[in-house]
């Protein structure tokens, strides 16, 4: 089992930034992929982003690229996202994941997420 606390998430303006926060426990950190992905209420899971467990190589999706930015400190076990530019349709509950990097690509492991942080931006 792994340990994941996300952090950061609030209620801001539109055209306003929050930066999330994952510290991550009970695996090696420094030896995995992570990423973010968001759900809101009635819209399906959506992949935010992810980042190779070197931090050399990041992925986004195409909702937030150019405004959103995954990033990581392997020496405290954190990833984050600073997201800038918020959209009301970026609300969402945002949760962090434990990856697996295969073929340039970071796939998410079942059940290796955290409980989330709520991110609201009105407009």
């Known amino acids: 089992q792994v340990d994941l606390v996300e952090s950061g998430g609030g209620s801001v303006q539109a055209g306003g930034s929050l930066r999330l926060s994952c510290t991550a426990a009970r695996f090696k950190f420094s030896n995995n992929c992570m990423g973010w992905f968001r759900q809101a209420p009635g819209k399906e899971h959506e992949e935010v982003a992810y980042?190779?467990?070197?931090?050399?190589?990041?992925q986004y999706g195409d909702s937030v690229k150019g405004r959103f930015t995954i990033s990581r400190d392997n020496a405290e076990n954190t990833v984050y996202l600073q997201m800038i530019s918020l959209k009301p349709e970026d609300s969402a509950m945002y949760h962090c994941v434990v990856g697996d990097w295969a073929s340039g690509l970071c796939f998410p492991k079942a059940g290796y997420w955290g409980q989330g942080t709520q991110v609201t931006v009105s407009s």
């Open positions: 980042i190779s467990s070197t931090g050399e190589i990041t």
